[in-house]
């Protein structure tokens, strides 16, 4: 079975400055690997994936992430935040022999100080 | 195309009372998913279907709670003498067999509230 741990429940930062939001998964096969952004009552929205090829996958919005085997970590990475980033981030993996279902981290709240 | 549908937006109901709730995926999504969100946690997988077969079911479904897309188009989430502890946004989801990799596309999901 797949797991994921987003390690920080909260993150707060500065407008403009950098952010990491960390996720480490477990699984005993290969995954695939996403993360989603969802905004105030709102549903959840793709910001990126990995597949395969290349571990620095780009983003909607400016993010990007980097996929890590040996770490089973996939963190997200934005060089300069904007308010409009406030939202909840969700890392999820899926298995890639059978992409049945997404499984979702509990979630990082991300909240931009002016 | 105008994306995953879910009606109600919002429901209040009073504990012990039926409610059903409505998902209108893509028109040409076969994979159809059903996802239980709780204040400050990640969605919780619950059930999806491919065409109108239920393929697979979380144990967090328990017996109270049936799902069921009868042409392989819109789905339908009944939870029966619901509970305080049923109080969470459900979340609705559709896919292209195969496409799934590709993520999801999620509808904005109904709350409800059981009072």
């Known amino acids: 079975a797949q797991s994921v741990t987003q390690l920080d429940s909260q993150v707060p930062v500065f407008e403009e400055a950098p952010v990491e939001l960390r996720c480490n998964y477990s699984?005993?096969?290969?995954?695939?690997l996403f993360w989603y952004v969802q905004y105030p009552n709102q549903g959840l929205q793709l910001l990126l994936k990995y597949l395969s090829g290349s571990t620095l996958v780009k983003g909607i919005n400016g993010f990007e992430a980097e996929f890590n085997k040996s770490q089973t970590s996939f963190h997200l990475r934005k060089p300069s935040v904007h308010i409009s980033d406030t939202a909840e981030y969700f890392c999820?993996?899926?298995?890639?022999?059978?992409?049945?279902?997404?499984?979702f981290g509990s979630g990082t709240r991300l909240s931009i100080r002016p | 195309d105008t994306g995953v549908s879910q009606d109600p937006r919002h429901k209040i109901t009073k504990r012990g009372q039926n409610v059903t709730f409505r998902c209108d995926p893509i028109?040409?999504?076969?994979?159809l998913y059903w996802y239980r969100q709780t204040l400050g946690q990640g969605p919780e997988f619950l059930t999806y279907f491919q065409n109108e077969a239920q393929l697979e079911k979380s144990r967090l479904l328990s017996d109270r709670f049936s799902a069921e897309r009868p042409k392989g188009s819109f789905s339908t989430l009944e939870i029966q003498r619901t509970e305080q502890g049923d109080s969470a946004m459900y979340l609705c989801a559709s896919s292209l067999l195969g496409q799934g990799l590709y993520g999801y596309t999620f509808g904005s999901g109904t709350r409800l509230t059981v009072v």
């Open positions: 699984s005993s096969v290969s995954v695939y």
């Open positions: 028109s040409e999504h076969n994979r």
């Open positions: 999820a993996v899926t298995p890639g022999s059978s992409a049945s279902k997404i499984i």
